[in-house]
């Protein structure tokens, strides 16, 4: 079972889905981490959705001389960049407040201090105008991010690779959702900003690894392959970044480092693609429909994204990745989310909270968790 998005109060309220669908309009808002971002998504009856508007305000340059994300300034940030973005994601899609059916908003997880800044510009506007919220998981907005462009029908398999998060699940609706796999230390977008610092290349780290890795070999280096003797689908990246930390040291030249980042990259698709591979093999199994979705930032490598689709493609799937402007963080996926909970009744109290954990697959990640708990809850 997915996590629960709504609080018993007002799912016990939530108006049942129509039988006849309806057009749907729903203002989205992500901060989740360093990005400010809004958006207007409309869904149609059939299911088709219009993107009217994605705006987003992004942060690098004030976290790059920090070499990544400080927590402080995104939230503060967020605060100073959330009321203009909303406003130019309404002025662009030329819907004003009054056309809208909802407001959806990132309630977690991510950095609880931006969360918390979306979430309550979203309770603010659903106060005002008298339109329901919609508190929206941010994984479960990347989870629906490839349909964004594209039909994708459920159920899928999905591999949900953004920067703090590397997963495998079976989608079967929205927040229906089961854990087949995940990183048991760090994520694969971890691995690559962090891999990236200790080569020099700033922040962030994974588009310029892969820009420098175009000009790399990365049969020169032999890089540790990790749980190789482990059943499942779960990940593991920390003994590949410790290696490639202790090799980036003895790089002496320009080349030396573009190989060494071929050499992650390649390193990092290989292990994406077995994990992913078990997990098709076995969704086969109880499927027809075999569709493998993408998702995350690291959705944006093309090497991850030409091995992950070969290896699909053997194997008798279809293989969808959103376009690169929905793999990062943004909105619209947001958007989405809360329009498809919206189509099943699914609305939230307006004292929801922020959650700086919010596993997918709830119910998976309490009873078997990856890591302990702890104080924020179940990570995954």
């Given at each position: 079972m997915g996590a629960d998005?709504?609080?018993e109060a007002a799912a016990a309220t939530a108006a049942p889905k129509t039988s006849q669908p309806r057009v749907l309009t729903v203002l989205g808002l992500e901060t989740s981490c360093d990005e400010t971002a809004a958006s207007v998504v409309r869904q149609m009856p059939d299911g088709?959705?219009?993107?009217?508007s994605s705006v987003v305000h992004s942060q690098i340059a004030e976290h790059a001389p920090f070499g990544g994300v400080v927590p402080e300034i995104a939230a503060r940030s967020h605060v100073e960049a959330i009321a203009g973005t909303a406003r130019r994601a309404i002025e662009e899609s030329g819907v004003d407040f009054n056309g809208l059916d909802a407001v959806a908003a990132t309630a977690g997880p991510g950095l609880v201090g931006g969360v918390m800044v979306g979430l309550s510009f979203g309770k603010a506007v659903a106060l005002a105008r008298g339109i329901p919220l919609i508190a929206v998981n941010h994984l479960?907005?990347?989870?629906?991010?490839?349909?964004?462009a594209a039909p994708a029908p459920y159920p899928f398999l999905l591999l949900l690779v953004s920067g703090g998060h590397c997963q495998l699940m079976e989608v079967r609706g929205i927040g229906d959702m089961t854990r087949l796999g995940a990183t048991i230390d760090d994520a694969a977008g971890e691995a690559f900003d962090k891999i990236a610092k200790t080569l020099g290349l700033g922040y962030p780290g994974g588009p310029a690894l892969e820009k420098l890795a175009a000009s790399g070999d990365g049969a020169r280096f032999e890089l540790p392959r990790a749980l190789l003797g482990r059943k499942g689908c779960d990940f593991s990246f920390s003994g590949l970044k410790t290696a490639a930390a202790r090799l980036a040291a003895t790089?002496?030249?320009?080349q030396d480092r573009a190989d060494l980042a071929d050499a992650v990259q390649k390193a990092i698709a290989r292990q994406l693609t077995e994990r992913s591979t078990r997990a098709m093999d076995d969704y086969a199994t109880r499927h027809d429909h075999r569709l493998l979705?993408?998702?995350?930032?690291?959705?944006a490598n093309r090497t991850v994204r030409a091995e992950l689709e070969r290896a699909a493609t053997a194997r008798g799937f279809e293989f969808l990745a959103p376009p690169l402007a929905y793999c990062t963080d943004n909105a619209a996926m947001i958007a989405?989310?809360?329009a498809e909970r919206l189509a099943l009744g699914l609305v939230s109290d307006i004292d929801v909270a922020a959650r700086p954990r919010w596993p997918l697959d709830e119910a998976t990640a309490l009873a078997d968790p990856l890591y302990k708990t702890g104080r924020k809850g179940a990570k995954a």
């Open positions: 998005y709504s609080s088709t959705v219009h993107v009217l479960e907005g990347h989870a629906v991010s490839a349909r964004l790089c002496e030249t320009d979705v993408v998702a995350g930032g690291v959705a989405l989310a809360g």
